[in-house]
């Protein structure tokens, strides 16, 4: 009867199987940005190629299904927050680089251009940036944070993502380093993020919550999170600090084992066309909310765009990014 | 040895009845539950595992096969890793405790007390089984957390809010979550029990609490000790409060460890494989603790004879039994149900509960057809309910063979199962994809194939397997042998036995198998994460990835829709089943093995 139940077993496995094949779509797009299975619809509605949206989750855990799949990745393109990664996954030849004449079609503006990386590792299709979110309820108007340094003023009541489950927080502590000096700016943290129940988050989601639940007066949240907030009435505010901001580019990059290049390149000149545009804005959530890079398109109303940037040392970023993210763990996670 | 199985199972089909067969249904049987046990859970977690002392397996570029004991030592050199085996210890210790005791008395209660509303009080623990952990323990953020609802009620005191964040709020919310769990294991021990042992030993003279101490509970202790064990293999794997509590109160356990080593690119992959270990030890620890301990058989004590016990008269005590019981269901599911549907219909957190605030946005955008919350719930229930049936039926056919082995291979199957219990779903997860899409020979192997449903299916199937042997194993233990005897010196077959003598006496069992089944996978998380199908995204991924896309009032509509759904489904299995089988049990005393009879 075991081997009954072992056919029995197969039969309907086989039957599944046959109901959901693996990969008949045109393309298999991994992605954990908001605006990505929208932006994938009309594409399909436009060019009649189908695409399979693989959304697992947070970024990291996005990323742990392609370290998972190492050197054989199903997809065939990732649409991710943050830059760093994906640079990691070109050296490790997960990603090959995107043909140069995708990047040469697009009329980036200035902030785009700046957001080009020099390997081609991902071409960019938005950014955000980094901001103090503010609970008007918890803060009073005159007494709202101005800068980094300010935080101190709110120590055990700041919000913070744990930089090593967020790449958008790496940058942003990286930034506070190069910003202030590595001294300093430990300094700096170590003063205002006394609370380690607030200063290692996992996810924008859980800052937002403690930031609008009262368990935080102010947070540390990427900007387009708190605008979204903002558009869905919550009562916080985003400050831009007077330090100056890190941009936090999201990117699509193109496997390296991809069997339809030709498709991808489609959809890379989908994203960045007035339609591709219209499409990644028409949503209330997060990632809707990004700082367009495409010359003659504007951001969501409400979204700031007039912001003052200060351009990361990527190299020495990722010189220090394990030993940092260790002390960030060792200090303010757990 | 997996494709010999196969091939034997190929060749059997046809031959079924062969005597020369015989031979290897009777080996093959332990062979067959090794088979499923290796290529479902085994090779999958052997290879996270294997990390643990070989951290260059699944590295980037090419891997190597040397031996280090590197990653283990960091563990434990690690003031946070090491903390969070110790917490995941004290916790799990703690919980496992107070569930088992708190399940042992709502079982006593509602199957042996006369209070008011019995029946309707006896369905709290399946209601309660329904709602997810990371709901509940989410819904309890909601709750407690100092801008939450309870604050904004004003029921709140802020210090009782502060100190619910941390390890009594953990085992309290453990505790209120896995208590169905107790109750099930304990309840079918309890009905199984009867009541010739009791009255016997009343009509000798002893009072109910000499009864208890001395007979019901002695016979009682393995289904117990079963519960406890559970319960910390349950705690200790849990990700839905080590996630949310515990991470908000800074209590740092394994799971979140694993999950903070594994959602990266590159993957900490030696550090997850080394708390995996650890935690599987862990568990593993407390099982053989159990068997040198307890060196007794456990009893069998379903004869096919037993009579229902009768229940016991509590006179005035009645109502505040009721009482205390009404208090549970408070805690465990009206207070956590209540925040869910309270987010669900409003549409910011922060606003709070007035008026200006309500909205029926959520709970419509999860109901329309053809939007993709819609489709994941649907997608939800097929997988859930195809998994149930697979997971069931593989298990009481397995359950079978071994019912008739030897103790030390029941104790061995056992305990192997339970270890599967304490498998995190991530990890689980992840060695999925390390087998079936990086190993040679899987990789390319037609069927299942990783990213299709069907990997998703036999995901679901390892995830669920453990537990419907667990339940089905612990019925079929306790059937004494003389009732499938006397059908086998009949000259019955091995599966007329099983279909006509077997599964009559514990069908409740695979149907409690099933439902269970069903139910947990509609909302199981993590592996529904690593092996979400590129047809499309199953509930639980769709509720999480709008938790942490901050959309959480759609994703507590969800989340109901599919509460609804799975306990309407089960609702509508249990009901008739459990009406037949009262109408074929309140008929005279008849043996229910009758070998003469066709079935």
Not at chain 2, 297 to 317: F, Q, V
Not at chain 2, 443 to 465: E, I, K, T
Request: net charge positive; charged share 15%; aromatic share 8%.
């Amino acid at each position: 009867m075991t081997i009954k139940a072992t056919l029995g077993l197969a039969l309907s496995l086989i039957a599944l199987s046959i109901a959901a094949p693996a990969s008949a779509a045109d393309l298999v797009l991994y992605d954990a940005l908001d605006f990505a299975a929208p932006v994938a619809k009309a594409f399909q509605a436009k060019t009649g190629l189908t695409v399979d949206v693989v959304e697992p989750g947070s970024t990291g855990e996005t990323l742990g299904k392609i370290a998972a799949e190492g050197g054989n990745p199903r997809f065939d393109i990732v649409w991710l927050d943050g830059s760093a990664v994906m640079e990691r996954m070109a050296a490790d030849h997960v990603l090959q680089p995107v043909p140069a004449d995708a990047f040469d079609k697009v009329a980036f503006t200035d902030l785009g251009k700046s957001l080009i990386p020099q390997s081609h590792a991902f071409l960019p299709t938005g950014t955000s940036t980094t901001a103090i979110e503010v609970n008007t309820k918890k803060v009073e108007a005159g007494k709202t944070p101005k800068s980094w340094a300010d935080l101190q003023g709110f120590a055990g009541s700041v919000a913070a993502k744990d930089p090593n489950l967020s790449g958008p927080a790496y940058q942003w502590l990286a930034g506070i380093f190069q910003t202030n000096g590595v001294d300093a700016g430990k300094a700096l943290l170590t003063k205002t993020l006394t609370n380690k129940s607030l200063s290692g988050l996992s996810s924008g989601g859980k800052v937002n919550k403690a930031v609008l639940t009262g368990d935080a007066a102010v947070g540390i949240n990427q900007d387009s999170a708190i605008f979204s907030k903002i558009a869905a009435g919550e009562p916080v505010v985003a400050v831009y600090p007077s330090e100056g901001s890190v941009s936090l580019p999201q990117g699509l990059g193109i496997s390296a084992k991809t069997q339809h290049m030709d498709a991808a390149r489609k959809f890379i000149e989908f994203v960045t066309s007035a339609e591709g545009q219209a499409a990644m804005q028409n949503g209330d959530d997060t990632d809707f909310f990004f700082i367009p890079i495409i010359k003659g398109v504007n951001a969501k109303p409400g979204r700031e765009t007039n912001i003052t940037y200060t351009h990361l040392d990527d190299q020495l970023a990722s010189a220090h990014e394990t030993e940092w993210k260790q002390w960030y763990k060792d200090n303010f996670v757990q | 040895m997996v494709l010999n199985n196969r091939n034997a199972a190929a060749g059997g089909v046809g031959f079924g009845r062969l005597p020369r067969l015989t031979a290897l249904f009777r080996y093959g049987g332990p062979a067959a539950v090794y088979a499923v046990f290796g290529l479902l859970i085994g090779l999958p977690l052997a290879l996270v595992l294997l990390q643990a002392v070989m951290p260059g397996l699944f590295a980037v570029g090419r891997g190597d096969w040397f031996l280090s004991l590197a990653p283990l030592a960091r563990v434990f050199a690690s003031p946070a890793m090491a903390g969070s085996v110790l917490h995941s210890l004290v916790l799990g210790l703690l919980a496992a405790f107070t569930t088992t005791a708190l399940g042992g008395a709502f079982a006593v209660l509602v199957q042996r007390c006369d209070i008011p509303l019995r029946r309707t009080v006896s369905l709290l623990p399946w209601l309660v089984f329904l709602t997810p952990s990371y709901l509940k323990a989410l819904a309890w953020v909601l709750l407690m957390s100092s801008g939450g609802y309870l604050a904004q009620l004003g029921i709140l005191p802020p210090s009782l809010g502060a100190s619910f964040f941390g390890l009594a709020g953990l085992v309290f919310v453990h505790t209120l979550s896995l208590f169905p769990l107790a109750v099930f294991i304990i309840g079918s021990a309890l009905a199984g029990l009867g009541s010739e042992l009791e009255d016997a030993a009343r009509l000798s003279g002893a009072g109910p609490l000499r009864i208890w101490l001395r007979v019901n509970g002695p016979l009682l202790a393995p289904a117990i000790v079963l519960s406890f064990i559970a319960t910390f293999a349950e705690v200790l794997s849990d990700f839905g409060l080590a996630s949310t509590i515990a991470r908000m109160s800074n209590f740092g356990v394994l799971t979140y460890g694993i999950y903070a080593a594994a959602s990266d690119y590159p993957v900490d992959f030696p550090a997850a494989g080394a708390q995996a270990l650890v935690l599987l030890a862990l568990v593993l620890l407390v099982v053989v603790a159990d068997r040198l301990l307890r060196r007794r058989a456990d009893p069998h004590l379903i004869s096919g004879r037993a009579k229902p016990a009768r229940l016991y008269d509590l006179g005035a005590w009645r109502w505040p039994a009721l009482t205390v019981a009404l208090i549970v269901a408070l805690l465990a599911l009206i207070l956590p149900l209540g925040a869910i549907a309270a987010r669900a219909l409003t549409s910011t957190l922060g606003n709070g509960l007035v008026f200006s605030n309500f909205t029926l946005s959520n709970i419509g955008a999860a109901l329309s057809p053809d939007t993709p919350a819609n489709d994941g719930l649907l997608r939800s229930l097929f997988y859930a309910a195809l998994t149930a049936v697979i997971a069931s039926v593989m298990a009481l056919l397995l359950s079978a063979q071994l019912g008739r082995s030897n103790p030390v291979m029941r104790t061995t199957v056992l305990g192997l199962s339970l270890g599967a219990v304490a498998i995190p779903g991530i990890v689980l997860g992840f060695g999925y994809i390390l087998v079936w899409n990086r190993l040679p020979g899987f990789r390319d192997w037609p069927f299942p194939q990783y990213g299709a449903a069907s990997l998703l299916v036999m995901g679901y199937v390892a995830a669920a397997l453990p537990y419907c042997l667990v339940v089905i194993l612990s019925a079929i233990g306790q059937l004494a042998p003389s009732l499938t005897d006397a059908a086998r010196l009949h000259g019955i077959g091995a599966l007329r036995r099983l279909v006509s003598v077997t599964l009559p006496l514990i069908l409740l069992s695979v149907v409690t198998a099933f439902l269970l089944t069903f139910i947990r996978t509609v909302f199981e998380l993590p592996i529904s994460q690593m092996l979400i199908p590129q047809s499309g995204p199953p509930a639980p991924t769709l509720i999480l990835k709008l938790f942490s896309h901050d959309r959480d009032g759609l994703a507590c509509a969800i989340a109901l829709a599919a509460m609804a759904a799975a306990g309407g489904t089960a609702a509508l299995i249990w009901y008739p089943l459990n009406r037949a089988l009262a109408f074929g049990r309140s008929r005279p005393p008849t043996t229910p093995a009758r070998p003469g009879e066709p079935s």
